[in-house]
Structure formats: C-alpha cells, structure tokens
C-alpha cells in the first residue's frame, strides 16, 4: 500500500525542492518503514 502525504509534499516544495526529489526522498523513507516492519 503505497500513499502520499500532501503535507509532506508540500513541506518539501516550500523548501524548494524538485517533484523528482520529493518522490525519491519520500520513497525512500516508505522503504526504511517497509524494512523496519520486516525485521
């Protein structure tokens, strides 16, 4: 299950960071939760 936080979107843009950055930062940090949950 694969969701996205507006209000972490919208943090990151505020910052001026790029949408290809958002995505990729957001994914992986959903990775560290998915292996934390592995584990």
Known sequence: MIYIRDEFI??????GESHETVIAIFNCELQNIF???IE
């Not at 919208?10 to 910052?15: G, N």
């Open 10 to 15: 919208d943090e990151r843009k505020l910052r």
């Open 35 to 37: 292996n934390q949950e």
